[in-house]
């Protein structure tokens, strides 16, 4: 009798532990922040993890579909998926191409857009296989590594984020360019709509990081989204690991320092229209994953004017 009360009151002691830990932080990710402006969401506490399966190992771009359903696409295959995060299941799988090297998805209207690395930016409408897709390229000399593609519902304009873009010299440009293409239009803006300087980058980071050890800054994009209510720029980098959030007029608010233990390789990035945000990694041998992080306005916080 002794020894069964005992070991109730040491279950009780292990289970309210085990309460407290599972409250604690699981990644250790660093917030570059400074003191006027704070995050809407919580990266060190995600709110649901969905696992896609093998044939998303290695998803590369993410887009809000409608009706709580989320495009993907992976590198090597010309479909897109359609993932339910209710069911937790892959419901449709669209072929609109052959294999190639596709790194964004994005639902505009009632059309489907997807880029692959080398500029080209593809259209369909039907969401049936085998559709009539239309492919305009990215005018810009030099040679260009796309990674993000994103739609910004203030200017009406698809963003696509370079990851590297080679000079008419062939040199890497260290800046990284944000370039916008006009559904309404069919056609690009003349001039990239936004730069993200990298001598800014390494500046914001060496005044806001904190302690003394100095930080390597390596920033190649691999998404980018606008988040519904602010109209924020988030870019996400698999290169260099980070989160940048930006102004309108390009300037950095935030940077997060994103830990490989929460995200192997970060590669798609969206938003649902009640602002939570979804972030996607490669499973680098093992599934890929979608976390989503909830809009801390949810939870009481008043939206920082």
């Not at 909830?294 to 939870?299: A, M």
Request: proline share 5%; hydrophobic share 35%; aromatic share 10%.
């Amino acid at each position: 009798m002794k020894k069964s009360f005992l070991w109730i009151l040491v279950s009780g002691f292990l289970a309210a532990a085990g309460c407290e830990l599972s409250r604690r932080k699981t990644y250790n990710n660093e917030e570059l922040v400074p003191e006027k402006y704070q995050l809407s969401y919580d990266f060190d506490r995600p709110g649901k993890k969905y696992f896609l399966g093998e044939e998303l190992e290695e998803i590369s771009g993410l887009s809000w579909l409608g009706e709580g359903q989320l495009a993907c696409v992976q590198d090597e295959s010309g479909r897109v998926f359609i993932y339910d995060p209710e069911t937790d299941k892959v419901t449709r799988r669209i072929k609109f191409g052959r294999g190639g090297d596709y790194e964004g998805v994005e639902w505009v209207g009632d059309s489907l857009y997807v880029v692959r690395s080398d500029g080209t930016l593809l259209r369909f409408a039907s969401l049936e296989d085998d559709p009539q897709v239309f492919s305009t390229p990215l005018p810009v000399s030099g040679g260009v590594d796309v990674e993000g593609l994103g739609y910004d519902p203030v200017s009406r304009n698809l963003l696509l984020v370079l990851k590297t873009q080679r000079d008419s010299l062939d040199g890497l440009l260290t800046d990284k360019l944000i370039y916008a293409y006009s559904p309404a239009r069919g056609k690009w803006l003349p001039e990239p709509f936004m730069t993200i300087r990298q001598e800014a980058l390494e500046a914001f980071v060496k005044e806001n990081k904190s302690g003394k050890k100095k930080e390597k800054v390596v920033f190649k994009p691999s998404g980018i989204a606008v988040h519904p209510l602010t109209g924020e720029l988030y870019v996400v980098a698999s290169e260099g690991r980070k989160l940048l959030v930006l102004s309108r007029q390009g300037g950095i608010l935030a940077a997060v320092n994103l830990s490989p233990r929460m995200l192997r390789q970060p590669e798609g990035i969206c938003f649902s229209p009640g602002s939570d945000l979804y972030l996607s990694s490669e499973g680098r041998g093992e599934d890929g994953f979608i976390l989503r992080f909830d809009y801390l306005e949810k939870k009481g916080r008043k939206e920082k004017k």
